[in-house]
């Protein structure tokens, strides 16, 4: 039979190594994921309209790149 200890990767995270040695290592991965899907949720739902042909994902990941990546305006580049 094999132990959850010995599927476990080497460079498992602290909290997965924590919660192993408490038996709870179902529970906590269990939990970790439905608050990474609500931080998830939350974003992707600030898009409130998605453009044809694209996810939500898709649209979200888009305006991100696009603000993250829109040239400096001219009076942020004049130094003070």
């Known amino acids: 039979m094999t132990h959850i200890t ?3 990767p ?4 602290e909290w997965a190594i924590k919660a192993m040695a408490e038996g709870q290592l179902f529970r906590v ?3 970790r994921d439905k ?8 974003l992707i739902y600030q898009v409130e309209t ?3 042909n ?3 994902h898709e649209t979200a ?6 603000r993250e990546n829109r040239p ?3 009076a942020s580049k004049v130094p003070e």
């Open 35 to 42: 608050e990474l899907r609500e931080k998830y949720d939350e």
């Open 61 to 66: 990941k888009r305006y991100i790149y696009e």
């Open 50 to 52: 998605k453009h044809p």
């Open 54 to 56: 694209e996810s939500r």
């Open 72 to 74: 400096l305006s001219i």
């Open 6 to 8: 010995e599927i476990l």
């Open 29 to 31: 991965c269990f939990n």
């Open 10 to 13: 080497d460079d498992a995270p």
